[in-house]
């Protein structure tokens, strides 16, 4: 059984930061694509940030570019997202995905590309 755990969420002021953590079980982490979303109330959820299964290779939206990073420790079988400079319109459920494909290359960054999701965590962002 598959399993994404996301930590990490909370209440910020802007300018603020944050790490969001997400631990997965239940496959071989190291063989998948990772990548983070959100989805902010009334809206469709959006990709966040991608990594490469092995780390190589990252990719994130316009918007978050600067100020967020993606990476994973293979080991510990986690994603992080450091998230710098948090904006008001940063505010939205933040969720983990696993690719749907072992050992895929390239950077996706649709939903539909990702078949495994955590709960997600709150991130909300004071101005």
């Known amino acids: 059984q598959v399993q994404l755990i996301e930590s990490g969420g909370g209440l910020v002021q802007a300018g603020g930061s944050l790490r969001l953590s997400c631990v997965a079980s239940g496959l071989t982490f190291s063989t998948y694509s990772m990548g983070w979303f959100r989805q902010a109330p009334g809206k469709e959820r959006e990709f966040v940030a991608a990594?490469?299964?092995?780390?190589?290779?990252?990719y994130y939206k316009d918007s978050v570019k600067e100020r967020f990073t993606i990476s994973r420790d293979d080991v510990k079988n986690t994603v992080y997202l450091q998230m710098n400079s948090l904006k008001p319109e940063d505010t939205a459920v933040y969720y983990c995905?696993?690719?749907?494909?072992?050992?895929?290359?390239?950077?996706?960054?649709?939903?539909?590309?990702?078949?495994?999701w955590g709960q997600g965590t709150q991130v909300t962002v004071s101005s």
């Open positions: 990594i490469t299964w092995g780390g190589a290779n990252t």
């Open positions: 995905a696993s690719n749907r494909i072992p050992g895929r290359p390239g950077i996706w960054t649709t939903p539909h590309e990702y078949n495994y």
